[in-house]
């Protein structure tokens, strides 16, 4: 098929080149990713985006470099015989082969760009497009989220949800990603989106459906003191997830919060919800409303005009529910647990707290002292275990190492300190934000700090001297190392948020 002499021009001979060029190398790229099995996200961002991008130029400057061509000849024309419209004549030879060359193009490019188009969007709304694209910027979530109960739920599912005006936000939102990751301008960490966050009722809800009886739950804690044998202490506690009887469903227990029946409304100056001062229950049934104000920080003008009402939903507890950094206490105890760390080798757990009690500044940095700092700590407090466990030790370093960047990315200023989980109390107030005692209403009702309402101990102590629950009741706490009665008085992050092991 001969072409039409408006094509030979250098603007529609480049385009045509470009658009061949890029277009074998999709279906390169295509089958080696496809039949071969190869690929990485940067691959599928040349492939679906980058070189479609680069196709679709190709093919506009066909038309343009036409355009151009015509129109010089038609001023030609003009200037020896006037304006004249263009005329398309399919009995004309020249005029069929353009006209079927123009059809069999758009049709072909109709077709190829609807699978492109499909293929680009299904790429950017995988895992590895969002964890690993941009890998100094999402390690910390990508990371942490493969080690969650969540890691076979695609990122979509909870940060975008169902629904097209939700979909063009979250791509609205990744072009100034997209411009802050390219000029380096995003800060560290990356925050929590915790004002523009989609309300759970809308994603986690999908799945977690509130109308689901919840019922109690059985949970297992295995912590490790820093003596010479790493005792382990243990605790069962029944967590009050839900009532005792199923007829009664969300009407008792933790999950009381989200009972349809009840509205539940907070609010704070804060970012992160860390310090809530100002706190409203409402019946929705029968109108019951109740104002409770921290006593400790009691509320005043300048904070009614900064803070806004936030209604309670999941997120407010469950805050990293696939995104969790626990830890260096914790890390180290599940570390020891599944064994990546001798338990054996005596004050293992010291030594442990001892390498990772400072911040550092880089990955190599922290491989370089976490060995240094346990080797020093044998070699100077205890030689004699350094040399019968040379082995041991040289292995646990590397479990240590490996639980430390599980959790801590320095590149990223990202730990557990610098995104606080509300699910709990220990290394941050979670619960005790709200239930601390001091938050109470003017004719003295008191959200209370009894940890009974939430969970009750049936069993705990060292694994030599267990003390387990008569049935039916609960065990007072007792902490692992006596300090009296200062656990009652005092909230366990006024120690353990500085790692006290």
């Known amino acids: 098929m001969k072409l039409p002499k408006s094509f030979y021009n250098w603007t529609s001979i480049l385009g045509a080149s470009i658009a061949v060029l890029t277009f074998f190398l999709i279906v390169f790229f295509f089958v080696i990713s ?12 040349i492939t679906y985006i980058v070189l479609p991008s680069l196709l679709v130029l190709g093919m506009i400057l066909i038309p343009i470099g036409m355009l151009i061509q015509i129109r010089n000849k038609n001023k030609q024309i003009f200037l020896i015989e006037g304006k004249k419209w263009p005329k398309v004549d399919l009995n004309d030879q020249h005029h069929r082969n353009a006209f079927t060359l123009f059809v069999v193009v758009s049709f072909l490019f109709l077709f190829f760009t609807s699978i492109g188009s499909y293929e680009a969007f299904r790429y950017s709304e995988s895992v590895p497009f969002c964890g690993t694209l941009c890998h100094n910027v999402m390690e910390p979530e990508y990371v942490t989220y493969q080690n969650s109960a969540h890691a076979k ?6 940060h975008v949800g169902e629904g097209a005006d939700w979909y063009m936000r979250s791509k609205l939102s990744g072009l100034y990603q997209v411009y802050a990751v390219t000029t380096n301008n995003y800060p560290k960490p990356i925050p929590t989106p915790v004002a523009n966050l989609r309300p759970a009722r809308e994603t986690c809800e ?3 459906w509130p109308q689901k009886f919840y019922p109690k739950r059985m949970h297992t804690r295995r912590h490790y003191l820093t ?6 202490w243990q605790i069962k506690q029944v967590m009050n997830i839900g009532s005792d009887h199923e007829s009664k469903h969300y009407t008792e227990g933790i999950h009381w919060h989200i009972n349809p029946n009840v509205k539940v409304e907070f609010k704070s100056t804060d970012d992160k919800n860390e310090f809530i001062q100002w706190v409203k229950y409402t019946n929705i049934k029968t109108g019951e409303e109740h104002v409770f104000e921290d006593q400790m920080m009691p ?5 009614f005009a900064d803070s806004k009402t936030h209604t309670m939903d999941c ?17 180290i105890d599940d570390a020891i647990s599944n064994e990546s760390v001798d338990v054996k080798i005596p004050y293992i757990k010291l030594a442990s707290m001892e390498a990772l009690k400072d911040v550092y500044s880089t990955n190599d940095s922290a491989d370089y002292f976490i060995q240094k700092k346990v080797t020093d700590f044998y070699q100077e407090n205890h030689p004699e275990v350094l040399t019968s466990f040379d082995k041991e030790i040289a292995k646990s370093i590397e479990g240590i190492k490996l639980a430390y960047h599980e959790n801590t990315f320095p590149k990223m ?6 995104y606080p989980n509300h699910q709990g109390h220990k290394e941050s107030q979670g619960c005790f934000r709200c239930h601390d005692d001091n938050h109470t209403t003017s004719d003295g009702r008191v959200i209370s700090k009894d940890c009974n309402l939430c969970h009750s101990i049936v069993m705990e102590g060292r694994t030599d001297s267990l003390q387990y629950a008569v049935t039916g009741k609960s065990l007072e706490f007792k902490h692992p190392v006596d300090i009296g009665t200062q656990w009652k008085d005092y909230s366990c992050v006024d120690c353990h948020a500085y790692l006290y092991p």
């Open 153 to 158: 739920v695609a990122c979509v599912e909870c």
């Open 34 to 45: 496809v039949i071969f099995n190869q690929g990485s996200s940067y691959m599928g961002l």
């Open 206 to 208: 999908e799945c977690h």
């Open 413 to 418: 200023n990202a730990r557990w300190d610098a």
């Open 315 to 331: 997120m407010d507890c469950h805050n990293r529910p696939s995104h969790r950094y626990l830890s260096p206490p914790k890390y």
């Open 227 to 232: 003596d010479e044998k790493n005792t382990e």
């Open 299 to 303: 509320p005043d003008s300048a904070f």
